[in-house]
């Protein structure tokens, strides 16, 4: 590539938004171009075909401000009900949620089950860093058990979530989990869902060296990218019954690959036959 050219998500960045403001050692970044590689393998030139919706937290300021696109950055936990509304109104554009596991999972979480239970056409993105960056570094819905923080300064006495089959469970089309050691097959998985009609959900494991990483001893970036390349990834055909998440036995590929009719398209049913 010549030095005249730019990295392919430029393209669709808004440059006056460049550098951005994640902390360094941050899995955001990568996690952007994890999303843009697959946009841009599907042949968008631009993100004009697009809404973006985000709620408050570090991943929210993926599509916001970066994305030079339309997007909604709304009040906190509430994302995926302003992208069902969009969605509803608008239905010929690809409706993308990227937030944080807190904003989805702990104050959305009962938006995120309810979409995937009513498998709307949305395209949902966690980034799941396991703690509450933004504001502190206090306990989520996905903070390991004994994990210390700011709000569990004793160890956490709490299970965490394991939101890929929470998702799947509630019945979403697509579900995928991986990390950002895994950036090429993320890419993959977001090219599937983009491409799914019906709910998607990619869980996407994210370094935090800020909050988690210091307040857990768990390390800097390059302790968080050792730790997700260990992870073991599931065979097609592997169970999905739950088990408590550990650091070592979160297991990563896909959850579900379905293809149940989706919200909209039951609803136009409905109407057609009132009708007649």
């Known amino acids: 590539m010549s ?60 599509p916001s401000p970066h994305f030079n696109a339309d997007s909604l950055h709304t009040t906190h936990g509430r994302a995926v009900a302003f992208a069902t509304g969009l969605k509803l109104a608008r239905s010929e554009l690809e409706v993308v949620v990227i937030s944080g596991d807190g904003d989805l999972a702990a104050i959305g979480g009962n938006h995120l089950i309810h979409a995937a239970r009513r498998n709307i056409d949305l395209t949902v993105i966690c980034s799941n860093n396991y703690i509450y960056g933004m504001t502190g570094g206090q ?22 979530f394991d939101l890929a089959r929470l998702v799947t469970a509630a019945g979403a089309n697509y579900v995928a ?57 599931r065979k097609k055909d592997d169970p999905i019954e739950y088990k408590v998440p550990t650091k070592d036995g979160i297991d990563l590929g896909v959850f579900a690959d379905r293809h149940e009719k989706e919200f909209i398209e039951s609803m136009n049913e409905i109407y057609s036959g009132l009708k007649e």
């Open 177 to 233: 989990r991986w990390t950002t050691a895994h950036p090429i097959q993320a890419a993959r998985a977001i090219r599937t869902a983009l491409q799914r009609k019906g709910f998607s959900f990619i869980e996407m494991l994210s370094q935090c060296p800020t909050a988690y990483g210091r307040r857990t001893k768990t390390g800097g970036p390059i302790e968080f990218l050792e730790w997700f390349k260990r992870l073991p990834v």
């Open 139 to 160: 306990v989520g819905p996905t903070t390991f058990t004994h994990d210390r923080t700011t709000t569990t300064p004793y160890g956490n006495p709490e299970r965490p």
């Open 3 to 62: 030095t005249s050219e730019k990295h392919f998500a430029r393209y669709y960045l808004r440059e006056e938004s460049l550098p951005t403001a994640f902390c360094p050692g941050c899995g955001n970044g990568t996690i952007t171009n994890s999303f843009l590689k697959a946009v841009s393998d599907l042949g968008h030139e631009d993100l004009s075909k697009f809404a973006f919706v985000s709620g408050i937290g570090c991943g929210a300021w993926i």
